[in-house]
């Protein structure tokens, strides 16, 4: 039973881990889809801001620095997808896979001059981003000591806490302010905003940005957190599962992260039973897709996505 309950620990502790960053993602891609702007440019935000996360904090020797110049990242590419889409009115499809090509790349390009190398150099364990309840049971017996049930389950890194006040902080702001009034009817009735004296461009433009602001957030709780450097392939796959935690999540910041639970709680389940098992390892690594794709098959098609969304807004004369 005891080895029952560590087992479950563990299981959670690295859904803990594996959650922040697709939901730091989706509440970007919250803002962006509900504002009425597709962005499936979020995994190419993500990854610079995996690499702009590590290099802040090697040059820095300060996560928290290195996380907001992940986050600064990952805006400068929001700002390019808003301009495409809203100023130059582009297919949104087509600039958000723009973006999924030039940001890697970029940050290959940037890795090879500054390491010579595709991947950086390792974030040393004094500059990781720290445990906030770090030893917090050390001495304590029973599903309290170190190693136990509790220990597990809190012992995670600080980023899984802020990911977690965010939803809370953006439910507030798109339910209970006048800012997230105005986000919902850009998305839904642009025109109408627009006759009551709502800035739809300003609106779209902001709301975008931040996308990129916090899939840049994503991507360096991954590097900061879990793999502690950057390398091509430590995104993949984790910007279009956090779109689809959106789309499951009826794009709403508490729909959103229950997706992100799920499909880090399948993450916790593929590392859990990968060690030491005899299923191939390739196999087992499918499960958060497998599980993605079908949950795209089951909601997509009773989601319902803002009026607006993908829509060009073009300011009446």
């Given at each position: 039973?005891?080895?029952?309950?560590?087992?479950?620990?563990?299981?959670?502790?690295?859904?803990l881990?594996?959650?922040?960053p697709?939901?730091?993602?989706?509440?970007?891609?919250?803002?962006?889809e509900?504002?009425?702007?597709?962005?499936?440019?979020?995994?190419?935000?993500?990854?610079?801001?995996?690499?702009?996360?590590?290099?802040?904090?090697?040059?820095?020797?300060?996560?928290?620095?290195?996380?907001?110049?992940?986050?600064?990242?990952?805006?400068?590419f929001?700002?390019?997808?808003a301009?495409?889409?809203?100023t130059?009115?582009a297919?949104?499809?087509?600039?958000?896979?723009?973006i999924?090509f030039?940001?890697?790349?970029?940050?290959?390009?940037?890795?090879?001059?500054?390491?010579?190398?595709?991947?950086?150099?390792?974030?040393?364990?004094?500059?990781?981003?720290?445990?906030?309840?770090?030893?917090?049971?050390?001495?304590?017996?029973?599903?309290?000591?170190?190693?136990?049930?509790?220990?597990?389950?809190?012992?995670t890194?600080?980023?899984?806490?802020?990911?977690?006040?965010?939803v809370?902080?953006?439910?507030?702001?798109?339910y209970?302010?006048?800012?997230?009034?105005?986000?919902?009817?850009?998305g839904e009735?642009?025109?109408?905003?627009?006759?009551?004296?709502?800035?739809?461009i300003?609106?779209?433009?902001?709301?975008?940005?931040?996308?990129?602001?916090?899939?840049?957030?994503?991507g360096?709780?991954?590097?900061?957190?879990t793999?502690?450097?950057?390398?091509p392939?430590?995104?993949?796959?984790?910007?279009?599962?956090?779109?689809?935690?959106?789309?499951?999540?009826?794009?709403?910041?508490?729909?959103a992260?229950?997706a992100?639970?799920?499909f880090?709680?399948?993450?916790?389940?593929?590392?859990?039973?990968?060690?030491?098992?005899?299923?191939?390892?390739?196999?087992?690594?499918?499960?958060?897709?497998?599980v993605t794709?079908?949950?795209?098959?089951?909601?997509?098609?009773?989601?319902?996505?803002?009026?607006?969304?993908?829509?060009?807004?073009?300011k009446?004369?």
């Amino acid at each position: 039973m005891d080895e029952l309950i560590k087992n479950l620990g563990l299981i959670l502790n690295t859904t803990l881990m594996y959650t922040p960053p697709l939901l730091f993602a989706a509440l970007g891609s919250v803002f962006s889809e509900r504002s009425g702007v597709v962005n499936i440019g979020i995994e190419g935000m993500m990854t610079i801001g995996a690499f702009a996360g590590v290099v802040g904090t090697l040059l820095t020797s300060n996560p928290w620095l290195g996380f907001l110049i992940a986050g600064l990242a990952g805006g400068i590419f929001g700002l390019l997808h808003a301009f495409a889409t809203i100023t130059c009115k582009a297919d949104q499809t087509i600039s958000g896979t723009a973006i999924n090509f030039l940001a890697p790349g970029f940050a290959i390009f940037l890795c090879r001059v500054l390491y010579d190398s595709t991947e950086t150099h390792s974030v040393d364990l004094a500059h990781k981003m720290p445990r906030f309840l770090k030893g917090l049971f050390q001495g304590t017996e029973g599903i309290f000591r170190k190693g136990g049930f509790l220990d597990n389950v809190f012992n995670t890194y600080a980023t899984a806490y802020l990911a977690f006040i965010l939803v809370a902080v953006v439910w507030f702001v798109f339910y209970k302010t006048k800012f997230g009034l105005r986000i919902r009817a850009v998305g839904e009735h642009p025109k109408a905003a627009d006759t009551l004296g709502i800035n739809v461009i300003r609106i779209r433009y902001i709301c975008v940005i931040l996308s990129g602001v916090l899939a840049g957030f994503g991507g360096a709780s991954v590097t900061l957190a879990t793999v502690s450097q950057f390398r091509p392939s430590v995104i993949t796959g984790q910007g279009f599962i956090a779109i689809a935690a959106v789309i499951f999540g009826k794009f709403k910041p508490q729909g959103a992260m229950l997706a992100c639970i799920l499909f880090g709680f399948c993450n916790g389940v593929k590392v859990f039973v990968g060690s030491g098992s005899a299923v191939s390892p390739h196999l087992i690594s499918m499960i958060p897709y497998v599980v993605t794709i079908i949950v795209l098959i089951l909601f997509v098609g009773k989601s319902h996505v803002p009026a607006a969304n993908g829509k060009p807004y073009e300011k009446a004369r």
